[in-house]
T-cell receptor, first 110, second 109 residues
Framework: DAGITQSPRYKITETGRQVTLMCHQT?????MFWYRQDLGHGLRLIYY???????DKGEVPDGYVVSRSKTENFPLTLESATRSQTSVYFC?????????FGQGTRLTVV | GQQLNQSPQSMFIQEGEDVSMNCTSS?????WLWYKQDPGEGPVLLIA?????ELTSNGRLTAQFGITRKDSFLNISASIPSDVGIYFC?????????FGTGTRLKVLA
């Protein structure tokens, strides 16, 4: 039981390209989150979803798009990648107050 | 963005020593969580606390939910080399999780 699976683990893309990071949970928890982790900024919330077809912005949503057509999947899309979006991205799932994180995707925009 | 005040920021300790770290906030939370993050990995949940005053243990780890609901403490007893990593606290209410800035722990054998 992998719990939360993020893919890819590593990605290098060029400025201006669209890139999608995937997140899949094997549970059926309602809440899913996308965070980015940068030195000096800690974990910052990009978007969250309370249920299928319900999403909302977090602290740093600009340049990102999310969707949640199925409870178990929560993809994050960078519409036109910029160098400032180079970061480590974590998907998390929330249940009963607890939050569980995926292994992360290290994205480099060149 | 909003972050919890976590201290110390980093610490070097000798193997076998006990470690204490804490988080404080100006806001109250419903749940306090403690995570450990190893290099290149995601944060792993260590302990969850649900009630003010609650004291919970997980092996050599003990955490407490502060009475005011604005703080939490984590203690690691008899540290070992594999305790090295970054420890994060997080406070939760509704869908929101606010994270501490992290305590980087280094254990000297």
């Amino acid at each position: 039981d992998a719990g939360i699976t993020q893919s890819p683990r590593y990605k290098i893309t060029e400025t201006g390209r669209q890139v999608t990071l995937m997140c899949h949970q094997t549970w059926s928890h309602s809440y899913m989150f996308w965070y980015r982790q940068d030195l000096g900024h800690g974990l910052r919330l990009i978007y969250y979803s309370a249920a299928a077809d319900i999403t909302d912005k977090g602290e740093v949503p600009d340049g990102y798009v999310v969707s949640r057509s199925k409870t178990e999947n929560f993809p994050l899309t960078l519409e036109s990648a910029t160098r400032s979006q180079t970061s480590v991205y974590f998907c998390a799932v929330g249940s009963d107050g607890e939050a569980f994180f995926g292994q992360g995707t290290r994205l480099t925009v060149v | 963005g909003q972050q919890l005040n976590q201290s110390p920021q980093s610490m070097f300790i000798q193997e076998g020593e006990d470690v204490s770290m804490n988080c404080t906030s100006s806001s109250i939370f419903n749940t306090w969580l403690w995570y450990k993050q190893d290099p290149g990995e995601g944060p792993v949940l260590l302990i969850a606390l649900y009630k003010a005053g609650e004291l919970t243990s997980n092996g050599r780890l003990t955490a407490q939910f502060g009475i005011t609901r604005k703080d939490s403490f984590l203690n690691i007893s008899a540290s070992i080399p594999s305790d090295v990593g970054i420890y994060f606290c997080a406070g939760q209410w509704t869908y929101k999780y606010i994270f501490g800035t992290g305590t980087r722990l280094k254990v000297l054998a």
